[in-house]
């Protein structure tokens, strides 16, 4: 009997010695982090992404979406920076993730998480109210011109893409808007529909519903060529402004994660962007340039978009 009991306590002391095998990643739900209010176009990335991950099974966890809007991108960031090292945070990545750090209102950079996967660019169509008297942007730009700052312009940000496109459009036609930011783009067309703001900018996949519903008007679109399924949009290019402008979407998650975690969520992301109900039902709809990018060439490009921006802060003087 000793002996036996000597045997099941040496055992147990070998058994702690061992190191504890971690349950394999993902074991429980993963949370997908938007950091603008819901109804934006990064909203509409992660949802999509979510459903379609889980209908195609390609993680064995569901993603969770929250909206944690704040600080345009500044409050949602910041919680899953604070997450070092947790692979169960993702984060939807779009032009607050360089711009809102480039204006000194965040205390972070994109080169402070991981680059999971770039999915996807889409460009800016600037619409107002059906029953609005503009139904032109040469009118927009008359009534500015006579009444500097008359016309207000509702966007997502301070730091966002519709930003930079009002400052493009304001010095292409030599005007003065007034930019209010809503905190994302859904707001923002709440604000245009309830006639609180003159217009706003609008990604194709946030318009298209109202636009069929004949709610909003698209006065012209950021594009280089009028995009197929709007072809009545004029191009600002084409109507006399060289505002050639898109957005950039992927994915990342918390600085220090496990490398395995990094490569289970890669493959899940290459899986998806291959799917053809990826196409179907996200970037066809919402009129998407796919992109399928990987984290090593995902990182290049998280790079490269940096450097766009922030020459065009300094060249617009949002930035010093």
Same mark, same amino acid.
């Given at each position: 009997?000793?002996? #036996?009991?000597?045997a099941?306590?040496c055992?147990?002391l070998v058994?702690?010695?061992?190191?504890?095998?971690?349950?394999?990643y993902p074991?429980r739900?993963i949370e997908?982090?938007?950091?603008?209010?819901?109804?934006?176009?990064?909203d509409l990335?992660?949802?999509?992404?979510?459903?379609?991950?889980a209908e195609e099974?390609?993680l064995p966890?569901p993603?969770?979406?929250t /909206?944690?809007?704040?600080g345009?991108?500044?409050?949602?960031?910041s919680?899953v920076l604070?997450?070092?090292?947790?692979p169960?945070?993702?984060?939807?990545?779009s032009a607050?993730f #360089?711009?809102?750090?480039?204006?000194g209102q965040a205390?972070?950079?994109?080169?402070?998480?991981?680059?999971?996967?770039?999915?996807?660019?889409?460009?800016?169509?600037l619409?107002?109210?059906r =029953?609005?008297?503009y139904?032109t942007l040469?009118?927009v730009? =008359?009534v500015?011109r006579?009444?500097?700052?008359?016309i207000?312009v509702?966007g997502?940000a301070?730091a +966002?893409?519709?930003r930079?496109?009002?400052?493009?459009l304001?010095?292409?036609? /030599?005007?003065?808007?007034?930019?209010i930011?809503?905190?994302?783009?859904g707001?923002a067309?709440?604000?245009l529909?309830?006639?609180?703001? +003159? +217009?706003a900018?609008?990604?194709?996949?946030?318009?298209?519903?109202?636009l069929?519903?004949?709610k909003v008007?698209?006065l012209a679109?950021t594009?280089?060529?009028?995009?197929?399924?709007?072809?009545?949009v004029p191009?600002?290019? =084409?109507?006399?402004?060289?505002?050639?402008?898109?957005?950039?979407?992927?994915?990342?998650?918390p600085p220090?994660v496990?490398?395995e975690?990094?490569?289970?969520?890669?493959?899940?992301?290459?899986?998806l962007?291959?799917s053809a109900?990826w196409?179907?039902?996200?970037?066809e709809p919402n009129v998407?340039?796919?992109?399928?990018?990987?984290?090593e060439?995902?990182?290049k490009?998280? =790079?490269?978009?940096?450097e766009?921006?922030?020459?065009?802060?300094?060249?617009l003087g949002l930035?010093?």
């Amino acid at each position: 009997m000793r002996i #036996w009991t000597v045997a099941v306590l040496c055992a147990a002391l070998v058994g702690l010695a061992l190191p504890a095998w971690p349950q394999a990643y993902p074991s429980r739900p993963i949370e997908f982090v938007v950091p603008f209010a819901a109804g934006g176009g990064s909203d509409l990335l992660a949802r999509a992404i979510a459903k379609v991950m889980a209908e195609e099974r390609l993680l064995p966890v569901p993603l969770t979406v929250t /909206n944690r809007p704040g600080g345009s991108g500044a409050v949602g960031y910041s919680y899953v920076l604070s997450k070092r090292g947790d692979p169960y945070f993702l984060a939807t990545v779009s032009a607050s993730f #360089w711009t809102t750090p480039l204006v000194g209102q965040a205390p972070f950079t994109y080169k402070d998480f991981t680059p999971v996967a770039g999915l996807a660019s889409d460009v800016f169509l600037l619409v107002v109210r059906r =029953e609005s008297t503009y139904r032109t942007l040469r009118e927009v730009i =008359e009534v500015a011109r006579r009444s500097p700052e008359l016309i207000s312009v509702g966007g997502s940000a301070v730091a +966002s893409d519709d930003r930079v496109a009002t400052g493009l459009l304001q010095r292409g036609a /030599n005007i003065r808007l007034t930019y209010i930011p809503f905190g994302g783009s859904g707001p923002a067309l709440t604000a245009l529909l309830g006639g609180h703001v +003159s +217009s706003a900018w609008m990604n194709p996949g946030e318009a298209l519903e109202h636009l069929k519903a004949n709610k909003v008007r698209a006065l012209a679109v950021t594009a280089a060529t009028r995009l197929k399924i709007l072809p009545d949009v004029p191009t600002f290019r =084409e109507l006399g402004y060289d505002i050639v402008w898109d957005q950039f979407r992927g994915v990342v998650m918390p600085p220090a994660v496990p490398a395995e975690a990094v490569r289970v969520m890669t493959e899940a992301f290459a899986k998806l962007c291959r799917s053809a109900r990826w196409q179907r039902e996200y970037i066809e709809p919402n009129v998407l340039q796919p992109v399928c990018q990987g984290p090593e060439e995902f990182v290049k490009t998280l =790079e490269a978009v940096n450097e766009k921006y922030r020459r065009v802060f300094q060249d617009l003087g949002l930035i010093k």
